[in-house]
T-cell receptor, first 114, second 116 residues
């Protein structure tokens, strides 16, 4: 069965620090990959997505992610975090042929201190 | 910007009671979903719905659960007889097309269900 692993459950950073959140998935075929963010009290919002093409994708709010097929990874990065990036981040995989069903990782709770 | 809306934001119910969680998907979307997130755990797929019928469901979605699109705009999740372990955040989502067409799902804010 397909699965998604997020390596860090809680990350604490100071403002201006660089961020990298790990995400690995298990599926051998073609996948669509997503990072969603959930700010406190708000809904899941799409940060960025990868369907095909350039494996380095840029999303909203300065986030980017790199798809490395050989490593089954889709790590999220941001060079300089802000206090407003405090949120929970979810990596997700689109299960192929599954009516767009998403398989989520466990999430990473990021706290950014001023 | 169009968005998926869910009501209520928080529902408290007694064990054994029926609950209905409501969602209004984005108007031109054709595919609808329910997910849930038990506190501290990952977001889990429950069910997908297309063309007025369930297209896929997970093992979580047992006979206690049902979905309906009663009036062409609302999309509801009903839990017939709630259990303590049904306490979770329930997310509704919708998408324009299915996964092979490279589309994305838009999520609502969630309904926090607490079963006491």
């Amino acid at each position: 069965a397909q699965s998604v692993s997020q390596h860090n459950h809680h990350v604490i950073l100071s403002e201006a620090a660089s961020l990298e959140l790990g995400c690995n998935y298990s599926y051998g075929g073609t996948v669509n990959l997503f990072w969603y963010v959930q700010y406190p009290g708000q809904h899941l919002q799409l940060l960025l997505k990868y369907f095909s093409g350039d494996p380095l994708v840029k999303g909203i709010k300065g986030f980017e992610a790199e798809f490395i097929k050989s490593k089954f990874s889709f790590n999220l990065r941001k060079p300089s975090v802000q206090w407003s990036d405090t949120a929970e981040y979810f990596c997700a995989v689109n299960a192929p042929g599954g009516y767009n069903k998403l398989i989520f990782g466990a999430g990473t709770r990021l706290a950014v201190h001023p | 910007e169009p968005e998926v809306t869910q009501t209520p934001s928080h529902q408290v119910t007694q064990m054994g009671q029926e609950v209905i969680l409501r969602c209004v998907p984005i108007s031109n979307h054709l595919y609808f979903y329910w997910y849930r997130q038990i506190l501290g755990q990952k977001v889990e797929f429950l069910v997908s719905f297309y063309n007025n019928e369930i297209s896929e469901k997970s093992e979580i979605f047992d006979d206690q659960f049902s979905v309906e699109r009663p009036d062409g705009s609302n999309f509801t999740l009903k839990i017939r007889s709630t259990k303590l372990e049904d306490s979770a955040m329930y997310f509704c989502a919708s998408s324009e097309a299915q996964g092979t067409l490279n589309t994305e799902a838009f999520f609502g804010q969630g309904t926090r269900l607490t079963v006491v």
